[in-house]
């Protein structure tokens, strides 16, 4: 075994020299960086808190996402939906914005999301469903499935 920069190698029976030295920590999983951000600060472990300050400290719109996340994880726990304009035009102002939005405009509160021929989609959709129940209900004990089968096909 020879010392070479504080590291110890080995040869192994090719000839060839080994590294004893301990691997670098593994990256953090999404899920943990994830909990990190939205969890409270003061809920944060020491260890979890320095990993997350080093993550924040190379990327700034992670900042911004702990910033934001974190407020609104704020207004979730606290069931205070009446800040809900105030924050999104805070995320709205912010730099960082693409890390948070979608590239379509965020819906507002109070206004319709949905195109008006959606319902109507929606009770045909129902309809169909309702009768297919129905007839399910019908082959019940009766029939295998290719006739209940047969039988939808042939009531659509």
């Not at 704020?74 to 709205?92: N, Y």
């Not at 965020?106 to 999301?113: E, L, T, W």
């Amino acid at each position: 075994m020879a010392r070479r920069n504080g590291s110890t190698t080995s040869k192994n029976s090719s000839g060839a020299e080994e590294n004893d030295t301990c691997p670098a920590p593994a990256p953090p999983k999404i899920r943990e960086v994830t909990g990190w951000i939205m969890r409270d600060p003061q809920n944060l472990g020491d260890e979890d808190e320095q990993r997350l300050k080093a993550m924040l400290a190379r990327c700034p719109r992670l900042e911004a996402v702990r910033r934001h996340g974190g407020a609104f994880a704020h207004m979730i726990r606290d069931l205070r939906g009446d800040l809900l304009p105030a924050w999104m035009d805070a995320v709205l102002a912010d730099d960082c914005r693409p890390a948070l939005l979608r590239q379509r405009p965020a819906p507002r509160p109070g206004r319709r999301h949905r195109p008006a021929h959606s319902a109507l989609e929606q009770r045909s959709t129902e309809g169909a469903v309702n009768k297919i129940k129905f007839l399910k209900r019908q082959c019940f004990g009766r029939a295998d499935f290719s006739l209940m089968r047969m039988r939808i096909l042939l009531a659509t």
